[in-house]
């Protein structure tokens, strides 16, 4: 089965831990990565489309409203909520101070 895992976090909050602590969650995507659980993911560069007016514009910027931003997402493979939720436990946005929302994804 595979879910969309949202993670929010804010930037500050990850740049506030240490080299170790980073270190030691992103071992975490490694780890899932490795294992074949990750199949995609996302760059932290960011275009934001609106055509509010009919004709497409574009920025460079996160269209988040404030609170923790969306910092990414991932799709990974697990048999079931309970280990997708394991799985992503230690990750970074789950472990420096931002939340991962998890939503299975259809196969149609």
């Known amino acids: 089965m595979k879910f969309l895992c949202l993670a929010y976090g804010a ?3 990850w740049q506030e831990l240490s080299d170790q ?3 030691e969650f992103l ?9 074949g ?8 560069e960011v275009t934001t489309v609106t055509a509010w007016s009919g004709s497409p ?5 996160s269209f988040a409203q404030p609170g923790l931003p969306l910092a990414g ?5 697990a ?4 280990e997708a939720v ?17 939503r299975a994804l259809s196969d149609q």
């Open 73 to 77: 997402f991932s799709i990974i493979e």
């Open 21 to 23: 602590q980073q270190r």
């Open 86 to 102: 394991k799985m992503v436990s230690g990750t970074p946005c789950a472990r420096a101070k931002g939340a991962i929302e998890i």
């Open 27 to 35: 071992a975490e995507d490694d780890a899932l990565r490795q294992g």
């Open 37 to 44: 659980a990750l199949v995609s993911a996302v760059s932290q």
């Open 57 to 61: 514009v574009t920025s460079r910027e």
């Open 11 to 13: 930037e500050k909050d």
């Open 79 to 82: 048999a079931d909520i309970r």
